[in-house]
Each structure stands twice: as structure tokens, then as C-alpha cells.
């Protein structure tokens, strides 16, 4: 029987061995999660309303321990811990109380004597999950899932099986049936034959580039519907108008939060040409006094990347930005420490062409670019192949909201760093993926939208 063991990566200590599934222990689970669909998707709303809020109870009770368990896993300071499993919370809440009225029958007005469409569960939901935001993530596609009246499974990031094992407790202690949402501890290698059961009507992928590619591949050769939120370099335009202060507030957090490790973070900052320099002296001033440490320190204000490997990896582009004529303005070498820890850092100078301009870096690494004037910005910022995210920071709220429009990207806020809100919809363009999560609209990516006719 093959394992796997969690690293922490601020000490990289053993944390536990967990059990691969064997084939026939992942077909058992794929089975219970179809016959427990056919008895799920009759439920009524109240029910499933009922047990979604009673998950969001469990949230709140192990608040603590859930935090504590992402941080050990992956890294995440345990400030920004809480306030994920409190996310958490937050959207179970919403789509207990709203589902009903996001999927309720819409009513078109034809010659027939009643004619309407309405929203109804496909069956069993594959979630591929990544590690950065080990309970959320999660969360973010199986509460709206679930409340649609499908079941599902995950495949969750190896190095966060104690969070994903922590999520299926979680569902059995608020009293969900067995086998509406189990976990999958298997590797990647089993990602296809998944896809291929019987049993699987739909993926959604959160993740890189390339696994949204092989994934998208194999749902399509099957014809199940997939949906995917990819990687981001998330360029956020500051305007000549813009507060320094809050800018430069802004960049460091965004840059920094869950310690450079977010899709949605501000990644390339394009400055206009006549408060570029200013620009950069303030930022290098504060990516410079943020704690680096040992994420549950609460004073930590980021801590090390989720595994050595990828650490080095970010290393490797840097010092790939450097070779191509980037100037390296702080940061940039690996600490004499143990832990996956890697400096703020700043590029700037930066052009097309270069590593930290064309590709997603996945840590505390900025990437700072010079823009002549607000329509050279643009075109600076959409000359990307990703499209999730993206920001406008400026004092005339106006101004920001042209110059957001134009921006080719799944999201665009001005004065805030892109969040994702169970609201609004979530999602990207391009190579950072298709289909929306969160709101009304990602509610629906799996139902059936079904037209009934009475003549």
C-alpha cells in the first residue's frame, strides 16, 4: 500500500503518514457518492439549507484547530488562517440562506400555456484542489455544489491531506448522509480513470496552467463538463493620482498575503512614469520591514512557501529575470535557514519578454513595471496570457472605473485588492481558465438548465 506524508514547511518535520486508496477502494467511493445522489438531489431546499448551516457551526467551534492545522501544513500565518476557516463559515451561511432564490424557476413568457426554466443537480462533482487555501478552496465549489443537490468528491493537494480528511469530518459531525462528499488520497496518477467513471458527470480544477490543460483534455474526450481557475499575474495599474501611502500599503499586502501565494495577488504592479521612482523607494521601505518567520508567530506577516521545491523553483525565475536585464531591488537569495522561506523581493525595470513579466510567480516576489501614460498601462497589462485578476489604484474613483473596464481580466477592482466574494462571480480568461464560481453563476455551472414547456 503506497503513503504519503505531510511536510510542515517552516520546520520540514514529518507531520503524519496517510494511506494512498487503492483502485478498488476509490470505485467503492465513486459508487457510494452515485447512490447517495439519487437520494441527495431530492431533498428539499430547508433540508440541505439546515445542514450547510450546521457545517458553518462546525467551522466556528474548530476555528482554532482547522487554522492551526493549514498553518502546519502549508505555511500560511496563522492570522490569515483564521480568517480563511471564517470564509469558510461565511459561505456555507451564504448559500444556505440564498440557494433557493439563485436556483429558483424563471418564468419566460412564450405562447405556451406555462413555460419556465429550471435548475436541477447533474450527479457527482470531482473537485482538484490546490493547497494554498487548504479549507476554502474547498469550500468555495462544494458548498454551492452540494446545495444544488449534487454529492462529490476531492482530490485535494498530497502535501494538505490532513485539512482534506479534516473537511470529511467536518460534513459527517454536521450530519450530512454518508458518501455526499468524500475524500480521494490519491495521486495524480489516477486523475484520468476518475474523470473516466460512470459516475462523474463534471471536474473543476483550480490549479496550474498546465493541469487545466490535461484535465480539460480528458473531461472533453468524455464529454463532461469541466471548469477551471488557473494561475494569475494579476497586474495592478497605479495611476498618477494615487495615494503612495495606500498604494504602496496595498502592494505590500498583496504581494505578501498567504505569503506570496494567492492566484488572485496583485503580482505586476505597472506605475506611470512620473511617480514610478517615488513608487518604488516607499514599496522597497515596506516589503523590507515585513516580518518573514514562523508562521504561527502571530507578529509573523509572512512565512515560508508550502514546499522546498517550489521555493527553489521561484528562485530559479528570478535569477532567470535577472540574466534577461531585470533590476533586482531587494530580496532575491535564499536565507541560511531551515524552512521553505524565501525573502520579499522586488524585480522592477521589468519588460515583455522577461521571466517575472510573462509568467505567474507563486510567492513574495513583485514584479514592478514602467508605464509611460494610463493607455500605455493598459496595453502593458493585458499583454499577458492571463486573465484573472486585476486592479486599478487611483484616487478618482471615475478614472478608475474606465481604465477597469478595459482591463482583460475575469476580475477588476479598483482601490482593493481582488477578494473573491460569494456574491460576485469568480473566474478568469485565457490561459487562467473558464466557467465561474461563487453568485448565481457559479451555482449553475453544475446544474442541468432545463426548459419545460406546457402547451
Known amino acids: 500500500m503506497s503513503t504519503i506524508t505531510t511536510i510542515n514547511p517552516a520546520t520540514e518535520a514529518s507531520i503524519k503518514t496517510y494511506n494512498r486508496l487503492t483502485e478498488s477502494e476509490v470505485e467503492e467511493h465513486l459508487d457510494k457518492a452515485g447512490n447517495a445522489f439519487k437520494s441527495w438531489k431530492k431533498t428539499s431546499f430547508t433540508e440541505r439549507s439546515n445542514l450547510m448551516t450546521k457545517l458553518a457551526e462546525v467551522f466556528d467551534k474548530r476555528h482554532e484547530e482547522y487554522a492551526q492545522l493549514a498553518t502546519q501544513e502549508m505555511g500560511k500565518p496563522i492570522e490569515q488562517a483564521r480568517k480563511e476557516i471564517e470564509k469558510c463559515a461565511k459561505i456555507c451561511r451564504y448559500y444556505a440562506e440564498h440557494t433557493e432564490a439563485l ?51 476531492l482530490k485535494h493537494a498530497s502535501n494538505v491531506q490532513g485539512c482534506a480528511f479534516a473537511l470529511e469530518e467536518a460534513l459527517k459531525e454536521a450530519g450530512f448522509p454518508k458518501a455526499i462528499f468524500s475524500n480521494l488520497n490519491v495521486s495524480s496518477d489516477h486523475v484520468e480513470s476518475i474523470i473516466e467513471n460512470k459516475h462523474i458527470v463534471a471536474v473543476t480544477l483550480t490549479g496550474s496552467a498546465p493541469a487545466g490543460q ?4 480528458i473531461a472533453g474526450k468524455n464529454l463532461k463538463k469541466s471548469v477551471l481557475e488557473l494561475g494569475g499575474s494579476d497586474a495592478y495599474i497605479i495611476l498618477d493620482d494615487a495615494d503612495l501611502e495606500e498604494a504602496t500599503d496595498l502592494a505590500t499586502y498583496g504581494r505578501l498575503q498567504n505569503n506570496g501565494q494567492t492566484c488572485i495577488a496583485a503580482k505586476r504592479f505597472i506605475v506611470l512614469d512620473a511617480i514610478y521612482n517615488d513608487f518604488l523607494e516607499l514599496f522597497k521601505e515596506k516589503m523590507s520591514a515585513a516580518k518573514m518567520g514562523d508562521p504561527t508567530d502571530e507578529d509573523t506577516y509572512y512565512g515560508p512557501l508550502a514546499r522546498v521545491d517550489l521555493r ?25 535557514r531551515t524552512g521553505a522561506y524565501y525573502p520579499a523581493t522586488i524585480l522592477a ?13 507563486f510567492g513574495p516576489v513583485a514584479s514592478v513595471i514602467k508605464a509611460k501614460d ?66 448565481g453563476y457559479g451555482i449553475r455551472e453544475f446544474t442541468n438548465t432545463k426548459s419545460i414547456w406546457i402547451d
Open 374 to 439: 494610463e493607455k500605455h498601462a493598459i496595453e502593458l497589462a493585458n499583454n499577458s496570457k492571463f486573465g484573472l485578476g486585476s486592479g486599478v489604484i487611483t484616487k478618482n474613483n471615475i478614472r478608475g472605473e474606465k481604465v477597469a473596464l478595459q482591463l482583460e481580466a475575469g476580475n477588476s477592482f479598483v482601490n482593493k485588492l481582488v477578494v473573491s466574494d460569494p456574491r460576485m462571480p469568480f473566474g478568469g480568461i485565457k490561459t487562467s481558465g473558464y466557467g465561474r464560481e461563487l453568485s
Open 214 to 217: 490535461s484535465v480539460a483534455a
Open 103 to 153: 436556483l429558483a424557476n424563471e418564468p419566460v413568457k412564450t405562447e405556451a400555456s406555462k413555460s419556465y426554466v429550471t435548475f436541477q443537480p447533474i450527479g457527482v462533482i470531482l473537485a482538484i484542489m490546490p493547497w494554498n487555501f487548504p479549507f476554502y478552496q474547498v469550500i468555495r465549489f462544494l458548498a454551492p455544489a452540494l446545495m444544488a443537490g449534487n454529492t462529490a468528491v
Open 312 to 336: 527553489d523553483e521561484l528562485h530559479e525565475q528570478v535569477e532567470k529575470t535577472i540574466s534577461q536585464g531585470g533590476k533586482l531591488i531587494l530580496g532575491g537569495t535564499i536565507p541560511d
Open 349 to 361: 525595470d521589468l519588460e515583455p519578454g522577461m521571466e517575472a513579466f510573462d509568467e505567474e510567480l
